[in-house]
């Protein structure tokens, strides 16, 4: 009767259909909101957090499989974001160390039942003890105590301050870096999110991205939404001083060129990067070598250049001032 | 004024904890000067504690911990609370609750002088002396402040005589701490439930150092050592309702550190509870005894460590302070303190008898011993391993809900088995066919439960398993109480009724811990229906439009903002109805923004019914419209109820063992 029962709860619980929409909510429960404090995606209010499970939705709409998008996910925001620490690497102790354990455990609970044959002697039978303890052992908790004290002396060094935010208790959490995301995701996460100004940071990083690559048309898109979308002023200086450069570069177009680089520098003055671009327009797209290589001075007497930029601008200040034509 | 006052406690206390020690560890101790130590220890705490919380009251912002941690506008009872809602103040409540459990060890001793009594309350003083000390040193929160900015202190002196300058006003607590009733009430809670842990450690380290190992000291302990147990579960489960209720994501239990760091001490004082017993029964697990008290009482202060220290991030880790490395020299201090005097003392123990058979009472005892301590392993290195990690090779992990859920959920499954089936064996061996005779009636019952459950609810393989184990742990505690009642009453020749009550007062911390079984599995029952069936999404409304979700229709009627003393408030509210259209309720999901904080802290709006609960989080608001999140959490219920229940089974034990003064044990 038992049995038939067992039977009858084991049938309905595997004939069960596959959950539906839960394989999102699996996934997400796997994956660390990144500018959270040990919140899951699944479960974090923070923007970040919906537009990565929307990027989850996606595509297991697209048809992928679990693995495939947990993969995504950790190869575009970084390997530490997954909650559940796999088998092997720095975290396999982590799993072997409960097994460790149980099997420890176990062999005490089974020993406790096998009675030697001392044991079943007489406790009377046993050497006597004295109640007092003897000084080796005093010695001995001395001696760690110091110990003790020096390692604590040197523990200081780990602790790490509290953020400055509200955020909630957990394992540290970093912040979001886009370099380490791929364009696809990016683009995903900005396209989920088209009229929202709190992504223009990644929306900017997206078309800074683009801009690298040469790619100016699907840069030039995102610049201009950026611009439509309240931008704070340093993201907008960012737009403009790369618009401009890219409607001299891509269209010839110096004057507007220049005109879109000094909206930037109104809004953040004295940025190195806009100030060598409107030098570089200057001199390779109205000839005037002098005012470039002033410029290019200028730029060099900034501090906190990046090298590479620093030696083009070396290289181009040389040339210009030599009043050679621009390469 | 108030830092004189409070500075003169925490003296007071700090002397009579050394007197503690001094008189505890005399060969001859007199009970009438361990009487004075100990008063002096309970003024002296009183006093600091009363002394900081008439600071707050009286908006005495010359003290630097009210000029950070206060705000004329923090409304009662909150302003009570910031006595204990910042790392300082939660010393000095530390220090109170610690001189209560002194003085109760103290009454004990009057009632029963004995040595172990005495070198329990020298140990008691020892721990006195480092928590007072702390207050007067790395977390004294009786400094003045000497030089203020507008809401708060940027330095201060130590002595109270200092020339004060106040701010005129602070920034009040922790916004998310000023949020809901419950921080009032769940730190006290869990301080009493890690403090009270300190008692059985006390008489076990005196017993060790004494040489004597046998039962005085568990019989003597065992009624302090409940009560923390009470307390700290009491104090956990108000803790997750306190996240469910504010945090605002429809969980109760992230598997964080803070909450890992109250758990542990738990999993181990409930092996310690069981064990204990088998010690007072069969004279077996000594050693092992003072191994999990050592280890409860060195994970209380692991905990503290955790979560004060901030080398885990952690809403109660105020700042970084000198605290951290001085908590984490106590730990080290105690851990080789203690494990070397027991080490010490290893050749008198378990000389007593050896076990018979793993089927038996004892066996089961053990068998529970052995999950909650690998269990409690599990939550301790989940928790340590990215720490201890990083701290070596630098390397980032994260360690979260799914691997504590994947080791978790099998043992706590392992646990309940064994629930179900120790209550029913006898001391000494049990017959494995009368047994398994036993189980026949509690086994069907919850095999037809989850058959039901499986076609009425889900039948997804988690739920139906939590529903099917969960009942057999309830139904073996009634059957088995049904059944013995039967016998009695029918030897007697009195009704079943009579036969039933006459159990549980001849036996009542058996039935109270049948008790606090039966809440463990409504407990899982709960988080399983909770975890499992619980349905989310994210929708955005203007005002008019309506959604249907988890069979209710949800309008969003219009937004509101208005101003408290100590807030600003917006929110939206939201008409919920059937499914026919019937009017339900009206929501208020809101956000909180406390003094110049522009980030917000949201206050989750819940219907909640006897099926589950309705949930809506405001994810944003504008003039357009508000992003709303939306859960539903099925059974919820049962977790607090199945919490709440633990607890009273506790409470029950507790009241129980004082009108019966404990005779079985003896025997």
Redesign the interface.
């Known amino acids: 009767m038992l049995a038939l029962l067992a039977v009858g709860v084991a049938m309905v619980v595997v004939t069960a259909p596959p959950p539906a929409e839960d394989r999102a909510q699996a996934i997400g429960s796997q994956v660390r909101c990144p500018v959270c404090q040990g919140e899951a995606i699944v479960d974090s209010p923070s923007e970040t957090a919906r537009n990565m499970m929307d990027l989850v939705r996606a595509r297991i709409d697209e048809g992928l499989t679990d693995q495939q998008i947990i993969d995504e996910l950790l190869t575009s925001y970084g390997g530490s974001l997954l909650l559940n620490p796999p088998a092997r690497g720095a975290t396999l102790w982590l799993w072997l160390a409960p097994l460790v354990a149980l099997g420890v455990g176990t062999a005490m609970v089974a020993r406790r039942f096998h009675a030697a044959p001392a044991d079943l002697l007489p406790a009377a039978a046993a050497p006597p003890v004295s109640p007092t303890l003897s000084r080796r052992w005093i010695w001995g908790a001395a001696v760690l105590v110091l110990g003790g004290a020096v390692a604590v002396a040197t523990v200081g060094q780990f602790q790490q301050a509290r953020p400055e935010d509200q955020s909630l208790s957990g394992v540290a959490g970093e912040d979001f870096d886009p370099d380490s995301v791929s364009n696809e995701t990016l683009e995903a996460v900005v396209a989920a999110n088209a009229d929202n100004p709190a992504i223009n940071g990644m929306r900017l990083a997206l078309a800074n991205r683009y801009f690298e690559e040469g790619n100016y048309q699907q840069a030039f898109g995102h610049y201009e939404i950026v611009l439509d979308n309240q931008p704070a002023p340093n993201e907008a200086a960012n737009a403009f001083t790369r618009l401009g450069w890219m409607v001299f570069d891509g269209n010839g177009e110096a004057d507007l060129g220049i005109e879109l680089i000094d909206r930037g520098l109104e809004l953040v003055p004295n940025d190195a990067f806009a100030i060598y671009l409107k030098g570089r327009i200057i001199w390779c797209g109205q000839g005037d070598a002098d005012t470039a290589a002033d410029l290019f001075s200028s730029v060099l007497s900034s501090t906190g250049l990046d090298a590479e930029i620093q030696d083009r601008v070396e290289t181009d200040l040389a040339a210009a001032a030599a009043g050679e034509d621009c390469q | 004024m108030f830092a004189f006052a409070g500075l003169l406690g925490i003296l007071i206390a700090l002397g009579g904890s050394v007197a503690l020690v001094w008189h505890g560890t005399r060969r001859r101790a007199e009970p009438s000067s361990l009487k004075v130590a100990a008063r002096f220890v309970l003024i002296g705490g009183g006093v600091a504690f009363l002394a900081l919380e008439a600071a707050l009251l009286a908006n005495d912002f010359t003290l630097e911990y009210v000029a950070n941690h206060h705000s004329r506008d923090t409304p009662f009872p909150f302003n009570l609370a910031t006595g204990w809602a910042a790392l300082e103040g939660s010393i000095v409540l530390w220090g109170l609750v610690l001189a209560v459990f002194t003085w109760g060890v103290l009454r004990r001793y009057l009632r029963e002088p004995s040595r172990l009594g005495a070198g329990a309350m020298a140990v008691m003083g020892a721990v006195g002396i480092f928590f007072f000390g702390l207050q007067l040193t790395v977390a004294d929160p009786f400094r003045i402040c000497v030089d203020a900015v507008a809401n708060g202190c940027v330095a201060s002196s130590p002595f109270p005589w200092a020339a004060a300058i106040a701010p005129p006003n602070g920034p009040g607590p922790?916004?998310?701490l000023q949020n809901h009733i419950l921080m009032a009430v769940h730190p006290p809670m869990l301080y009493l439930g890690y403090v009270g842990l300190t008692v059985p450690f006390a008489y076990a380290i005196s017993a060790l150092?004494?040489?004597q190992p046998g039962t005085d000291w568990l019989r003597l302990s065992r009624r302090s050592s409940l009560l923390a147990w009470t307390f700290l579960s009491m104090g956990i489960v108000l803790g997750a309702w306190w996240a469910y209720e504010v945090?605002?994501?429809?969980?109760y239990w992230?598997w964080?550190?803070?909450e890992n760091a109250s758990f542990m001490p738990w999993l181990i004082a409930t092996a310690f509870l069981h064990s204990s017993l088998v010690q007072l029964r069969r004279q077996?697990l000594q050693s092992w005894n003072f191994v999990l008290v050592i280890t409860a009482f060195a994970l209380t202060i692991l905990g503290t460590f955790l979560?004060r220290?901030?080398?885990?991030?952690?809403?109660?880790?105020?700042?970084?302070s000198a605290i951290?490395?001085v908590l984490?020299?106590f730990l080290?201090?105690v851990l080789?303190?203690s494990l070397?005097?027991f080490?010490?003392r290893v050749?008198?123990l378990d000389?007593?008898a050896?076990?018979?058979?793993?089927v038996s009472r004892e066996?089961g005892f053990?068998?529970n011993n052995?999950l909650l301590?690998?269990y409690a392993?599990?939550v301790v290195?989940?928790t340590l391993?990215?720490?201890v990690?990083e701290?070596v090779?630098g390397?980032?992990?994260?360690?979260?809900?799914?691997?504590f859920n994947?080791?978790a959920v099998p043992l706590s499954f392992g646990l309940l088995l064994a629930m179900g089936v120790g209550p029913l064996l006898p001391w000494r061996q049990a017959d494995p066919v009368a047994v398994a005779d036993r189980l026949?009636l509690p086994?069907?019952i919850a095999?037809?439960t989850?058959?039901i459950a499986?076609?009425t609810i889900s039948?997804?393989?988690y739920v139906?398993l939590a529903v099917?184990i969960g009942t057999y742990v309830i139904a073996v505690a009634v059957t088995n109480l049904v059944e013995r009642s039967a016998k009695s009453s029918a030897i007697r020749g009195e009704p079943l009724f009579a036969g039933v009550r006459r159990q549980l007062t001849s036996e009542p911390s058996f039935w109270a811990g049948q008790l606090s079984h039966c809440g463990v599995a409504l407990t899982v029952i709960g988080l399983a229906l909770a975890a499992n069936l619980g349905l989310?999404t994210?929708v955005t409304m203007a005002p008019g439009d309506t959604v249907d979700f988890g069979g209710y229709e949800l309008t969003y009627r219009s937004p509101f903002l208005f101003t408290e003393p100590n807030r600003r408030v917006q929110g939206a509210t939201i008409a919920v109805a059937d499914r026919a259209g019937n009017p339900v309720t009206e929501l208020a999901p809101r956000a909180n923004y406390f003094g110049a904080?522009t980030?917000g802290?949201?206050t989750p709006a819940v219907h909640s019914t006897w099926k589950g609960d309705l949930y809506l989080?405001l994810?944003n608001i504008d003039g357009e419209g508000i992003l709303l999140?939306l859960n539903t959490s099925p059974g919820i219920w049962l977790l607090w109820m199945g919490g709440l229940t633990v607890g009273a089974g506790g409470i029950w034990s507790l009241s129980a063992r004082r009108r019966t003064r404990e005779p079985s044990l003896v025997a």
């Open positions: 922790n916004p998310l150092a004494l040489g945090l605002s994501w429809g969980g992230a964080d550190p803070v077996a979560t220290s901030g080398t885990v991030a952690s809403v109660h880790s105020f700042t970084q951290g490395p984490l020299g080290f201090l080789v303190g070397t005097l080490a010490a050749p008198m000389r007593a050896r076990l018979e058979t793993l066996g053990l068998l052995l301590c690998v392993f599990v290195a989940g391993y990215p720490i990690l701290a090779t390397a980032r992990v994260s360690v979260g809900e799914p691997f994947r080791l026949r086994v069907g095999l037809f989850g058959l499986a076609v039948r997804l393989g139906v099917v989310q994210d904080d980030s802290i949201t989080t994810l999140r």
